[in-house]
């Protein structure tokens, strides 16, 4: 299912996150990677009110300042792939708290919530 939400930069504007690895936690959601946070909110996945919110919520993530130097790239030179006519199965399973028409993303993040075992 396509979401209607504007881009949202976890970080606020100008900022980039500085530790990608770090383990966001905010129960009772599953603990996320800050990268897999970035690109969840950058691809409209949050709501404007939870963009405006997560700001103050990411200090693991130690956002930083944007990057003035451009990255560099190096040339691809390999062919294409060609594309498949249909998508390959998902190896993850549905999952009922990320909504209908929505899988797992990362099967090896663990959900922690205070008082109660983690699990994965």
Known sequence: AAQENPSCNICGEGNEV??????????????????????????GMLTVAECSGIVTLVNVCECQSESIIPETVAPFSAAPL?????PAPSIFPACSVCGDGFEVGNSDAVFEFPGQPAVS
């Open 82 to 86: 060609p594309l498949s006519p249909t």
């Open 18 to 43: 500085g530790n990608p690895d770090a383990m966001f936690n905010f129960p009772p959601f599953p603990a996320v990677a800050c990268s897999f946070l970035d690109e969840y909110a950058k691809d």
